[in-house]
């Protein structure tokens, strides 16, 4: 039986970028692509890529933004994250800092594009500070049932995000202790699991925040 190959994901809004990067990989693995960063996120969730290189410069959810939601996010921070970009190469240290692995100015050089993937997909990436927060608009849903058995629902934007949890507001009261089924709401919903509400911020304001708890995670 043939072993079933890795998986690199592209995310780039040129399409001819994606071609040439595809022609460069699809000997060795397996390509997915996107030109759309907001599908880019629900893609890295579903299909569990082991590499991704994406551009900086796209509309909407830009690149800088994706590198440090997708470094943030538990179900994806120990994915190796390479940068190829016709941005500014003094860009470089800040997107490690956000937690790309490598960072490519194009043109590409094929040869060194990769040899430095195969290193970075072989090696084990280091454990992330569980605690650590980033600043990230990111658009969820979360659907719970009150005290007598009401199904709720409401779609939110994080403040921050962690390995374990969230900051999100709401204008509907969720009491802390209640449970929360968690899904990413971004071209369709990917379910994330299940968090718990374990305080909240401005509970006498007009929208509150709830800091939310990872207890359950997705497969």
């Not at 994606?18 to 579903?46: C, H, S």
């Amino acid at each position: 039986m043939t072993p079933s190959r890795q998986r690199v994901l592209i995310i780039d809004d040129d399409e001819a970028v994606r071609v040439v990067l595809r022609a460069y990989l699809e000997d060795r693995y397996e390509i997915i692509d996107t030109g759309d960063p907001e599908q880019a996120l629900k893609m890295a969730l579903e299909q569990k890529p082991s590499a991704i290189l994406m551009e900086l410069s796209m509309p909407g959810f830009n690149g800088f933004e994706l590198c440090k939601t997708l470094s943030s996010l538990s179900f994806t921070q120990h994915i190796p994250i390479f940068i190829v970009s016709s941005e500014d190469i003094r860009n470089k240290a800040f997107c490690e800092g956000l937690g790309a692995s490598d960072y490519f100015h194009k043109p590409v050089d094929r040869g060194q594009l990769r040899a430095r993937l195969a290193y970075a997909m072989a090696a084990k990436k280091p454990e992330r500070r569980a605690a650590a927060r980033v600043s990230t608009r990111l658009h969820m849903k979360l659907s719970w049932k009150d005290k007598k058995g009401s199904s709720l629902e409401i779609h939110t934007v994080t403040e921050n995000v962690s390995a374990t949890g969230f900051l999100c507001g709401c204008k509907v009261p969720i009491e802390v202790g209640t449970s929360v089924d968690v899904f990413v709401d971004s071209d369709g919903e990917h379910y994330m699991g299940t968090a718990m509400v374990v305080r909240v911020v401005g509970a006498d304001t007009e929208y509150p925040l709830y800091g939310c708890h990872f207890t359950k995670k997705a497969e």
